[in-house]
C-alpha cells in the first residue's frame, strides 16, 4: 500500500486484523504472528505498518492513532480503530498523507 500526499508517496504496510481459532486462543499465538511481522517489516526497512482493527488490542504492539501521526484513512472509520506504528527510529522525515489501499483490498 501507498501513503499518499500531494506531493508525493511512499510504501508502506498494511496487517490484516489478526484472528486465532478459538481452540488455539490466549496461547500468545496471535501475538508471536504479530510481533515477527513487525520484525520483518523492519528488517525489510519499511517505515510504517498500518491497521484497521480493535483499538484495545494493537496498542500493546506500540500501535497508535495513525492520525497522531498525519496519516488518514481513505475512508470513514472511526480514529481509534485506524492505526499505525513507525518501525525506523531514525526516519528522514515523518510523513503525512492518505493511505492508498489495492483495489484487492477494497472487494
Known sequence: MKIKNSDQHIESLALAPVSVLPDYQNRGLGRQL?????KRAKELEYQSVIVLGHPEYYPKFEFRKASELG???????????????????KAPQRFSGTVEYPNVFLE
Open 71 to 89: 496519516i488518514n484513512a481513505p475512508f470513514d472509520v472511526p480514529d481509534e480503530a485506524f492505526m499505525a506504528i513507525e518501525l525506523q527510529e
Open 34 to 38: 504479530i510481533l515477527e511481522a513487525l
